[in-house]
């Protein structure tokens, strides 16, 4: 969750006679070393951030990298993806089938349902990738076949 600092905002009178200097946007700091945040003003009189032309969340591929207790891999997906849809992924590359996976992302484990953007998943963020432990310890119960001891 992203906490905001409210900023005062206000329209500066010009003489361009639509009530803002910058033809309808208002630029303000931002606090977080991103530079200028540009905000527009919608025909409703809503104040929002600008959007940034090409770089709408959606397009192209993030790359994510997935980290399990003794390897990582680096995953391409979209960012519009499901986490159901990086685990069908990532059985591929791990041989764990869908259902035997946990993945935690920023200390939380994410259900199958929920989406890679809503969630702050950005172009390489670490992910990491762990088995269930209540279906590993049942593969080794249901192993079961006894040591042979072999002798020379």
């Known amino acids: 969750m992203i906490k905001l600092r409210s900023k005062r905002f206000y329209r500066r009178n010009s003489k361009l ?6 033809g309808g946007d208002i630029t303000g700091k931002g606090s977080g070393g991103g530079g200028e945040i540009k905000w527009e003003l919608r025909p409703g009189g809503m104040l ?3 959007r940034e032309i ?3 969340v959606g ?3 993030i790359t994510v990298r997935v980290s399990t207790v003794s390897q990582w891999h ?5 960012p519009t993806s499901s986490f159901g849809e ?3 992924i ?3 590359v791990t041989g764990l089938e869908p259902r035997e996976q946990r993945i935690l992302f920023k200390g939380k484990e994410r259900e199958d349902g929920e989406y890679l953007h809503m969630v702050g998943v950005r172009d390489k963020d670490k992910v990491l990738l ?3 432990p209540a279906i590993k310890e049942r593969k080794l119960h249901a192993v079961g076949t006894p040591c042979h001891t072999i002798s020379v």
């Open 59 to 61: 397009e192209g591929l």
């Open 17 to 22: 006679g639509n009530g803002c200097g910058n």
């Open 90 to 92: 990532l059985s591929l």
């Open 48 to 50: 929002v951030q600008k």
């Open 86 to 88: 990086l685990k069908m």
């Open 54 to 56: 090409g770089g709408n």
């Open 130 to 132: 762990l088995e269930d």
């Open 74 to 78: 680096d995953v391409s997906i979209r």
